[in-house]
Structures are given as structure tokens and as C-alpha cells.
């Protein structure tokens, strides 16, 4: 479905060519959960808004390829690349709080892609949307859909653009960092959405994320990413047990342990 | 975008330091006294002699000119001393106080900032009577809004950065965090203001002396010069194209400097 | 060993709006131990730090120090250094406010002080945008400890690092705890950074602090539903 193939990013900093991404290839498969772990400066990123199609200012050079189905996205014209943007692929962010435009209500988000994308009545349009919203756990949903963002939290933020995103049932879903800044019961929440929503529609997840935990609880395979290039990749659990890269092996050493103490030995 | 920027504050930059050394050397070299009366040069065009030709009556304008960048430079440093010390000053004790500090004397700043600012400065000059010092006052005080507000931003803008926490939590008093731990964050934008602010001073000055209620004849000030030389505008024309020339000069600089500036901040 | 450095008695704090963000809160940091706080965003976590440090308005109960003044380190390394001022300078400032020392010797504490968090004396003439997010935060701990102050409060202090710059940091707190003896009261979110630096926990939720203990106790056999929502929820289970 996704075909990544030797792709190069590489954007002018202080008039320096600066690369971000270096030689990176990948396959998804439909309906498959791939995490892109690394730290910051890593070019996880980048990689994600290259794909979503975020990536076309001409200053910034790109070489290699992202097929799409058999069609390059970097070569997409803006017509190609509206169709694709929210159709086919839907992207959620980090931030639920600027993510959201603050003087739109939730409900005329939702259906934002359905107008441009669908050719639905206003009433279908209001189905939909309430439809979608139920869908990613807001059971409150006609409420909801009257409700400007900064009344939700920022859990419920982070549902409505993942429902925003999948309205249009898109076949690929790019979510950066979607959990970061939430609280833990909530980010594990969102996990069990997107993993439902994965198993249900075969929806393709690309998960970009710092935590490695994290994304081995979601994810099928694993992409290690460090200093622009892929360093590992392999299934998530194989990469999480047994690393073969150093770097992968101090990141997970890095994750502090919680396993019983004999004795207390931070007290001796 | 940062090369041109650049290019715009060395430009700028460069075009003001030419005006300040002719000014300067005017310290140690007037070619004539400046309010010379001289009849038998009435009007004389451009010579060697005088090489910006002579005025209605007969002074050389070149010495005229220096006397009075000399005059518009004096005006447009203390009006923004003034306008620039006090506003930032308010603005510094507003935004890092907040609260009903905050509320009267914002308010006093809307009151002040409502008038147009060349009305405003005319008004003071009725009621002080007209002078270059009086200029200065009247100007510093119609400037003072605007550097309050900007400096009221920025101080409100870094009174929350945990910085400043970390400052009142080792004990330092108010006065030392504005001084040393906020105030020089601000400096970038309220540089910026003060290029903006020091041309609208020229232009300022100009503009009064010109309608007569701003530096009093004899003296010379680039904007008296062009008031009486509008009279000769087409027989002599100039008598008003070189003090024009140099307020054109003065603006351009400081706004070519500014923009180059602006971008650090 | 045992000798409390900060006492919190019955907190209650609440803003003008009536609600109450403090309900009832007390606990003890005794010297060279470190206490942690995990709750999730807006169980008044953040409000109990700026209670401890007289900023928040306290309707009831008292907190009492045993010692001078706690410091702080805060979340975020790009705003807790002035961006105006080098790093020489930020070090040297609470010193000089107390004026307690001369010229020679605030030089020397700096230089001690900076070496102690693993930088050499080369940053005292960097500014701050010149260090990564690790090296401002190994600043802004000697910045914390430079008043010789006995507790330290850090709120959310790695939680903006990379984990493996984290790591480093979290060693680095448990290396001054050691050769410093001084406290910590370390509040996060992240029950795993807890686990690896605190001897003693408080979970918190709405105000309230619902369950406290060591951590192995309450870590490994939680009395409180909440409690074992939170560590499943960071995978952490026996």
C-alpha cells in the first residue's frame, strides 16, 4: 500500500544543507501497525509529514520516493494531493490544544472533509459526524458536537481529531506523538482506540512516537530511527526483547526499570 | 531573508554614521556662522562659496543645514530618553505588577494614546509655549504610550518564564527582576521601537517647526529651513530641496536600521 | 537520617472560584530522602509545589521548613535559564542576592558547582541557547543547588528530555543526592522515573492524596483501585 523507497530530506539551515532523513525505505502493507521510534532530531517527523504530503515547500529537497498504491506522492500536484490529504490518509498531532481551530465548533470540525471530499446532504453530514464521534468513545456525542474545544479536555480533544481524521475512512492513519501530552490512563485509552479501529477497518497505522513501550503495545512492527536513519527495524516485540543495534539497546536501557528491590539499596 | 535584513541595517546603519560625522565635524569646522545675514548673497545659487547656495537672507544654507540636523538630533535623542525612559519604565512596572498598578495607569495610557500624536504634542506646545525645549517635553510625552505598551507586552510575556520564578526563589526583590532578569530580554523589541520611535521624532520636529510652534528663528532646525523656504520653492528651489534631502536621508536611515533590527527580535 | 526537612500539615488550598485544589494534605520529606508525587494534569500537583514554596494561597493547615528555602527545577530547560544572560552569570546571581561570599569565592562555588552536574567551567561563558535541553537542565539543578539549600523541588524536571538524556539526568539526581545528602521532592507523572529515584510515594488525585508509602509497597501491592489504574496504565504490573 506505502512504499518508501531511499528517501532523502534535506532542508537549508542558516544557508547549510542539513540532512534530516537519509536513505530511509520501508513497506506497509494494508491494515498494518507500524511505529517510527526515535528521539528528537531523529527525523521521525519529518518522515511523517513527507508521507502525509505536509512536506512540499520547494525549499526543502527531497529525493527517493513514496509510492501510494503505485503513485508517487512527491510528485503529486496540488488536485492529487487534496484528494489524498483526508481521503486516503488522515493525520493527528501531538497538541491536542492547537490542533483544534478555537473558534470553530467541534461538530463543524468533524465534517470539514466530508464537505470537501463527500457530496453529502446536511443532514448526512450531521449523521456522520455524530456516527464518528461515538465511535472514538464520546458516548456524549450530540452534546459534544455543539461544544467549542476548550470545553473538552484534552483527552476528548485528542478523540475528536482522531474521529476528524477518520471521517472520510481513510486507509492510512499517521499519528505523531498523539499520546504525549496526555495523562497515562488516557494515553492507554487512545491506544485501545486505535487498535480498534485497526482491527475493525483495517485502517493502515504509521504511529510516530519517542516512547518505545508505547509502541510496542500498539504496534506489529517497529522502525528505529536515529539521526536520520533507520538504525533497526523488525516486529516490535523481537526489536523490544532482543535489540541487535547499540542504539536500540541504550534506548531501552534508558526506559528506568521497575522490578522489586531486595532490600532498599537508594537508601544505603 | 537574513541577507536581506543584514543588508537593510548595514545600509541604514551606514547612511546615518555618514550623517553623524557631518554633523559632527560641524563641532570643529562651520564653514560660516549659521545666522550670518548676508544681502549681497541673497538667493545665491550653488557655487563654491557656498555649495548648497544661500538663503533669503543671504546665510549659507550648508552651515544652516549642519546647525540644524544639529537641532533635529538633539530634539529626537531626548524625546526618546524621555518618551522611551518613562514609557518603558511604566510599561516595566504595569506588566510585571499587574493588578490595579496595571489598571491606572493602562488606563492612563489609553487616555493619553487617544489623541493623535501630533495633536497631542501641539496641545502641550499651547499650553508651554513653543521653543526646542518645550518640543522635547511635548514630544517625549506623546511617545510615552507607545513605548508603555510595548514594553508592558514583553514584560508580561517573561514575568511567567520560570526564569523569573527561579529569580524570587533565591530572593530577589521585584526592582532587581525587572532590572537584570527581565529588562534586558526585552531589549531586541524595544530597540526596534526606538529606531521606529526616533524617526517619527524627526518627522515630528519637522513637522512643528515647520507650522512655527517648534524651534524659534533664528535658529535653525531642518524643519524651520523648509518652512521658509516654501516661499521660494520655484525661484530658489534649493534652498528647500537640500534640508529636505537630509530629512529624507535621517527617516530612511533609521527606518532601514529598524528593519534590520526587527528581525533579532 | 530521620530529621524532617519540610513538614506539610493539613493543606488546604483553594482559589477565589470555591473550588478547592488542596483538600487535606499532609506529608513529611525527611533529610537525604527523596519523596515523589504522581497524579495525572490538574490533580493539584503543580499547586501543592507552589504552596510548599509560599505561592499559593493556603486556607488551612500549615507548611513548615526545617531548613532555608527549597529551589526549584522546573519542566521546561528553555525557559527556566534567562535566554539574556550567561550561564556564569545565572549561577552567580542567587549568591550574589545573599551576599554571603566575595568575588573569589562565588567563583569558585560556580566552578565546583558546574563541575558537580558534569559540565565543565568552559559553559560559565555560554549562553543558554547555545546547550541542548540535557545540558540547560544539568544547569538549572546546579543553578537549584548553588543557596546550599537542603530540599529541592522538581517539578516535571525530565519529563521534556529524550529517555536517554533522561536517564542521565536521573542519574545525575541521584548522584548529588549522594555525595550532597540533600532532598528531594520529585514530582511527575512518569511512574517508572518515580519508581527509580524516590524511597517514598504519594499518589494524588483530585486534591487528595489518596495512597502513600514506600514505593516497593506501594508500587507492588497498591491498597487503592486508582493506584492500580495508574500503574496498568504505565504497564507496570507484578
Redesign the interface.
Same mark, same amino acid.
Request: charged share 25%; glycine share 6%; hydrophobic share 40%.
Given at each position: 500500500m506505502l512504499k518508501v523507497k531511499e528517501l532523502n530530506i534535506i532542508f537549508q539551515d542558516r544557508g547549510k544543507p542539513e540532512t534530516a532523513v537519509k536513505q530511509l525505505s520501508f513497506d506497509m502493507r494494508e491494515g498494518e501497525r507500524i511505529g517510527i521510534v526515535g528521539e528528537s532530531g531523529s527525523g521521525k517527523t519529518m518522515t511523517a509529514l513527507a508521507i502525509a504530503g505536509l512536506l512540499m515547500r520547494k525549499d526543502v529537497k527531497k529525493q527517493g520516493e513514496i509510492l501510494w498504491e503505485g503513485k508517487n506522492i512527491l510528485s503529486f500536484h496540488n488536485k492529487e494531493l487534496c484528494q489524498y490529504r483526508g481521503k486516503e490518509m488522515g493525520m493527528i498531532f501531538q497538541e491536542p490544544m492547537t490542533s483544534l481551530n478555537p473558534v470553530k465548533k467541534i461538530g463543524w470540525q468533524m465534517e470539514e472533509s466530508l464537505r470537501i471530499h463527500e457530496k453529502f446532504t446536511k443532514k448526512e453530514r450531521y449523521e456522520r459526524a455524530i456516527a464518528q464521534l461515538m465511535e472514538v468513545g464520546l458516548l456524549d456525542a450530540k452534546k459534544v458536537y455543539h461544544q467549542y474545544p476548550h470545553e473538552l479536555s484534552g483527552g476528548m480533544r485528542q478523540r475528536v481529531m482522531i474521529g476528524a481524521a477518520l471521517i472520510c475512512n481513510p486507509k492510512l492513519m499517521i499519528a505523531d506523538e498523539p499520546t504525549t501530552a496526555l495523562d497515562v490512563t488516557v494515553q492507554d485509552q487512545i491506544l485501545q482506540l486505535l487498535k480498534k479501529r485497526n482491527k475493525e477497518k483495517k485502517t493502515g497505522i504509521l504511529f510516530i512516537s519517542h516512547d518505545l513501550e508505547l509502541v510496542q503495545k500498539l504496534c506489529e512492527r517497529v522502525i528505529v530511527m536515529h539521526k536520520g536513519m533507520i538504525v533497526e527495524k523488525g516486529l516490535a516485540r523481537e526489536v523490544f526483547t532482543s535489540p541487535s543495534h547499540e542504539y536500540t539497546k541504550k534506548l531501552i536501557a534508558s526506559i528506568p526499570k521497575v522490578e522489586r528491590r531486595k532490600g532498599d539499596s537508594k537508601l544505603g | 531573508m537574513?541577507k536581506e535584513k543584514k543588508r537593510s541595517f548595514l545600509l541604514g546603519a551606514s547612511i546615518l554614521i555618514v550623517l553623524f560625522c557631518f554633523v559632527l565635524s560641524s563641532f570643529f569646522y562651520m564653514p560660516y556662522d549659521p545666522n550670518q545675514m548676508d544681502n549681497a548673497n541673497k538667493f545665491a545659487g550653488v557655487s563654491f562659496a557656498h555649495w548648497m547656495g544661500c538663503d533669503n537672507f543671504g546665510r549659507d544654507i550648508y552651515s544652516r543645514i549642519l546647525q540644524g540636523t544639529r537641532t533635529t538630533f538633539l530634539v529626537a535623542f531626548f524625546t526618546i530618553i524621555i518618551g522611551g525612559g518613562i514609557g518603558t519604565a511604566v510599561g516595566a512596572i504595569t506588566g510585571y505588577f499587574g493588578g490595579w498598578i496595571d489598571e491606572i495607569l493602562m488606563r492612563l495610557n489609553d487616555a493619553v494614546a487617544a489623541f493623535p500624536n501630533f495633536l497631542l504634542a501641539l496641545v502641550v506646545i499651547s499650553l508651554i509655549g513653543p521653543g526646542t525645549f518645550n518640543v522635547i517635553m511635548a514630544l517625549g510625552i506623546v511617545f510615552i504610550p507607545g513605548f508603555a505598551r510595548i514594553a508592558r507586552g514583553e514584560f508580561l510575556r517573561c514575568r511567567n %518564564?520560570?526564569?523569573v520564578?527561579? $529569580?524570587k526563589? %533565591?530572593? $530577589?526583590g521585584p526592582f532587581?527582576i525587572i532590572i537584570?532578569?527581565i529588562f534586558?530580554?526585552t531589549?531586541p523589541v524595544l530597540l526596534s521601537a526606538v529606531t521606529i520611535g526616533f524617526n517619527n521624532a524627526v518627522i515630528a520636529e519637522a513637522g512643528m517647526s515647520f507650522l512655527g510652534i517648534g524651534v524659534q528663528p533664528p535658529d535653525a532646525s531642518l524643519g524651520r529651513m523648509l518652512s521658509e523656504a516654501q516661499a521660494y520653492l520655484f525661484s530658489t528651489p534649493s534652498y528647500a530641496f537640500f534640508p529636505g534631502m537630509v530629512v529624507v536621508l535621517l527617516v530612511l536611515g533609521f527606518s532601514l536600521l529598524g528593519n534590520g533590527l526587527e528581525r533579532k527580535a | 537520617m530521620d530529621k524532617p526537612i519540610l513538614e506539610v500539615k493539613d493543606l488546604r488550598v483553594s482559589y477565589k472560584r470555591g473550588k478547592e485544589v488542596l483538600n487535606h494534605v499532609s506529608f513529611q520529606v525527611k533529610e537525604g530522602q527523596t519523596v515523589g508525587l504522581v497524579g495525572e494534569s490538574g490533580c493539584g500537583k503543580s499547586t501543592l509545589a507552589k504552596a510548599i514554596l509560599g505561592m499559593a494561597p493556603i486556607q488551612e493547615g500549615e507548611v513548615v521548613h526545617y531548613s532555608s528555602m527549597p529551589q526549584m527545577v522546573f519542566q521546561d530547560p528553555y525557559s527556566s535559564l534567562n535566554p539574556a544572560k550567561k550561564i556564569g552569570w545565572i549561577l552567580e546571581e542567587p549568591l550574589k542576592i545573599q551576599k554571603k561570599l566575595n568575588k573569589e569565592e562565588r567563583r569558585e562555588k560556580m566552578e565546583q558547582m558546574i563541575e558537580r552536574v558534569g559540565l565543565g567551567t568552559a559553559f560559565l561563558e555560554r549562553y543558554p541557547n547555545m546547550l541542548s535541553g540535557g545540558q540547560r537542565q544539568r544547569v538549572a539543578i546546579a543553578l537549584a543547588l548553588m543557596l546550599d539549600s537542603k530540599l529541592i523541588i522538581a517539578d516535571e524536571a525530565v519529563s521534556a528530555l529524550d529517555v536517554t538524556v533522561q536517564a542521565q539526568i536521573l542519574d545525575l539526581f541521584l548522584k548529588i543526592q549522594r555525595e550532597m545528602g540533600v532532598s528531594f521532592f520529585f514530582i511527575s507523572h512518569d511512574l517508572r522515573v518515580v519508581y527509580h529515584l524516590c524511597h517514598y510515594v504519594l499518589v494524588m488525585k483530585e486534591g487528595k492524596i489518596i495512597e502513600a508509602g514506600n514505593v516497593e509497597q506501594v508500587y507492588f501491592t497498591p491498597r487503592e483501585e486508582y493506584t492500580k489504574t495508574l500503574l496498568k496504565a504505565a504497564g507496570i504490573e507484578d
Open positions: - | 537574513r %518564564m520560570d526564569y520564578k527561579s $529569580a526563589l %533565591m530572593g $530577589a532587581r537584570f532578569h534586558p530580554n531589549i | -
